[in-house]
């Protein structure tokens, strides 16, 4: 693994993962950057030299993933906006992902983990936890979690993760605590995020100087990610008749994920929650 790099100077670098429409709470969080003089680089699903033996649907569906990515980039975070394809199940993808900002020289402040997949979740009737394949499971393991492991490895690797640097995933309520609406399987892979950023928070510290935090956000079914959760409207609903201050918006989950990628604070290890105060609730489950 290289040694730790210094930043080049400054205005701040990020890397934010997981952007796929302007309903991403990934694009939230790369438009708060934007407003706070950070500099953002995009990574997000679509075509790489790895992919030569997908079948021609497959391929036509990553292309419009990458155009509808490129497209969201362009209009939220702004036309100078770094826009690169990464498959983050792919170890050789993410590796090429780590070189072209090697070779781009583009040193990174920070890095935003926003990427999750759960097959179970798909079609009219989503599976307990007891029906998915140990497929399902490894693969939704890896996309959620593992891939944080993935990035960082790669970014240090290449030497383009800075000395002191912050990296931020994105979490849910569902990882600590049983929810009404379908989180089985994606509910298990937060959990190990959650582990993983703990591990990392520690190892990456005394290593790098590297702070490593996830937050937890509101039930939120505007995103495509959430819609596709059955159940989670209402949840949405029930938790901003019920939360202290209400369903906590994308902007706030923004601006506390840009105050964690901001140097100068000790905040490390901590998992926190941007939810208005649905946490606190002794029935927060029931609700959540």
């Known amino acids: 693994m290289s040694a730790p790099v210094r930043s080049t100077g400054g205005a701040r670098r990020c890397l934010v993962t997981g952007i796929s429409d302007e309903s991403s709470l990934a694009t939230a969080i790369a438009r708060d950057l934007v407003g706070d003089g950070v500099q953002v680089v995009c990574s997000g699903l679509g075509p790489t030299r790895h992919h030569a033996d997908l079948s021609e649907r497959a391929r036509d569906y990553l292309s419009s993933q990458f155009e509808s990515f490129c497209k969201t980039v362009e209009r939220s975070v702004g036309e100078d906006a770094v826009a690169l394809a990464c498959d983050v199940t792919l170890e050789d993808s993410v590796r090429d992902l780590a070189k072209e900002l090697a070779d781009r020289g583009l040193v990174l402040d920070g890095l935003v983990h926003s990427v999750a ?154 998992v926190r929650n941007v939810d208005g105060g649905l946490r606190i609730l002794a029935n927060a489950g029931a609700l959540g």
């Open 117 to 270: 997949r759960d097959r179970t979740l798909g079609g009219e009737r989503p599976q307990p936890l007891l029906e998915v394949s140990r497929d399902d499971f490894l693969d939704c393991m890896d996309v959620s979690a593992y891939s944080l492991i993935r990035l960082v490895r790669a970014l240090l690797e290449e030497g383009v993760l800075a000395q002191g640097a912050s990296v931020v995933s994105l979490s849910y309520l569902g990882a600590e605590r049983i929810v009404p609406h379908p989180y089985h399987n994606v509910g298990v892979a937060k959990a190990a995020l959650e582990r993983i950023t703990v591990g990392l928070a520690h190892e990456l510290g005394r290593s790098h100087g590297i702070r490593v935090n996830a937050v937890r956000f509101s039930p939120y079914a505007a995103t495509r990610a959430g819609g596709a959760i059955p159940g989670l409207t209402e949840a949405e609903q029930a938790c901003g008749a019920a939360a202290a201050l209400g369903n906590a918006q994308p902007e706030d989950l923004a601006r506390e994920v840009s105050h964690l990628l901001r140097p100068g604070h000790g905040i490390t290890g901590e």
